[in-house]
């Protein structure tokens, strides 16, 4: 089974405050992904990786950055959190982008 | 860009009912993936399907590409049921390599 994991399931920053979100996955994959998720919007991709040190854009990208050092490893960096920022924040990998697998998911909430 | 519409987007069902849950699209797609979503926000995949019919226990699902829509079955339902069930359709349009999602149908099975 594919296993990704999240650095936290729940997280509780202030406003301005730099943020890191890392997740990890166990199989290998080539692409990982990551959105954010809130009421009544679904799911919005705010980055994806194709290969280790490659990133692109998602539908919303201002305001966080990402970095892949590692095949298994992406993380979603927010530079200064902002209120508008909390979110349920979703990482995913895939073997060939279009079959994706989710972690648990992390609840960030900005204060 | 292309439209995902699920419907209904609520539903109630007794413990031991079927459901029928849809998601039509407005263009032709490379793919499509059923996701539930379980209370504690996993998203968990459910079926990878282009066309044709899948089987997994007590749920199926059928995509009827050249009609672009696609149906998910929930035959006798549990309360381990609820919780939101997303499609999402892969477009490969050159480098625009994303899902695009539905907004959901929330289920929730009473005992």
């Known amino acids: 089974d594919v296993k990704v994991t999240q650095s936290s399931r729940y997280l509780v920053k202030r406003t301005g405050e730099k943020v890191f979100l890392e997740c990890v996955q166990d199989m290998d994959h080539e692409n990982m992904f990551w959105y954010r998720q809130d009421p009544g919007l679904g799911l919005r991709l705010i980055y994806f990786?194709?290969?280790?040190?490659?990133?692109e854009k998602g539908d919303i990208p201002e305001g966080y950055s990402v970095s892949r050092e590692k095949k298994e490893r992406f993380s979603l960096i927010l530079e200064s959190a902002s209120t508008n920022q909390t979110s349920m924040y979703l990482c995913a990998s895939s073997p060939s982008w279009d079959e994706q697998y989710f972690g648990p998911g992390t609840r960030l909430t900005v204060t | 860009g292309i439209q995902v519409e699920q419907s209904p987007p609520d539903l109630i069902l007794q413990e031991g009912a079927n459901s029928t849950l849809r998601c039509n699209f407005s263009?032709?797609?490379?793919?499509l993936q059923w996701f539930h979503q379980n209370p504690w926000g996993q998203l968990i995949n459910l079926f990878y399907i282009p066309s044709g019919t899948k089987q997994n226990g007590r749920l199926s699902a059928t995509t009827v590409a050249t009609e672009r829509y696609s149906l998910l079955y929930i035959s006798s339902s549990q309360t381990t049921d609820s919780g939101v069930y997303f499609c999402?359709?892969?477009?490969?349009?050159?480098?625009?390599?994303?899902?695009?999602w539905g907004l959901g149908t929330s289920l929730a099975v009473n005992p």
């Open positions: 263009d032709s797609v490379n793919n």
């Open positions: 999402a359709v892969a477009l490969n349009a050159g480098n625009n390599r994303k899902l695009i």
């Open positions: 990786s194709y290969d280790v040190k490659m990133k």
